[in-house]
Every structure is written in C-alpha cells, then in structure tokens.
C-alpha cells in the first residue's frame, strides 16, 4: 500500500522560497504519476504540478515559472521548489500519486505566505 509523507512547509514571506518533499513508500515509485495539489481556505483543491513517471512536467497556470516539480527515482521522492512565492500560494499542499487513475493523497501540509 502507498504511503505518502510531505514535509518542508511552513511560514514565508512574500518573494521567498520554499522546497517541498514528498516520501514515497510501498511499492514502485518509479511506476507512478506524481502530483501536488493545494487547496486554500473555502476553495477547492486545485492541481499546482504534475510529473509523470518519464518526467513530463506539468503545471498550474498560476504557478508557471516560479514552481518546478521534480523526483528522484533513486530517494523514492518527489519535490516542488517554490520561488517567489505570493500570499495567494497559501494553502495546504497535498502530495499525490497516480498509476491506472488511482489515487493516493498524503496528509497535507501548510505553506503560510505572509508579511
């Protein structure tokens, strides 16, 4: 069974960077889809980037230029660095992992980007 586990996140300020870790565990990493997702307060949750298992990326609008997604098949880890991070990136950001359009989510973690 997929086990995943987010780390990294917290408060910044607005023009700052933050790097994202997600933990993968239980099976073949390298097999699957990898995504992060966020969901702000009172929104729904919304795909920031995707990743997939030959490495073509994919990302939000919002996000294009300041983010990028990458994994480590050798770590079993997928990250998102995040530059110039805005207060509008605050949310929680789940880690995702696909393979025959099943899902599996992480817990969630906060990114605060505030003054």
């Known amino acids: 069974q997929v086990q995943l586990v987010e780390s990294g996140g917290g408060l910044v300020q607005p023009g700052e960077s933050l790097k994202l870790s997600c933990a993968f565990s239980?099976?073949?990493?390298?097999?699957?889809?990898m995504g992060w997702y966020r969901q702000a307060p009172g929104k729904q949750r919304e795909l920031v980037a995707t990743i997939s298992n030959s490495g073509i990326r994919n990302y939000a609008d919002s996000v294009k230029g300041r983010f990028t997604i990458s994994r480590d098949n050798a770590k079993d880890t997928v990250y998102l660095q995040m530059n110039s991070l805005k207060p509008e990136d605050t949310a929680v950001y789940y880690c995702?992992?696909?393979?025959?359009?099943?899902?599996?989510w992480g817990q969630g973690i906060l990114v605060t980007v505030s003054s």
């Open positions: 995702n992992a696909r393979i025959y359009n099943l899902d599996t």
């Open positions: 239980g099976t073949i990493f390298s097999a699957y889809a």
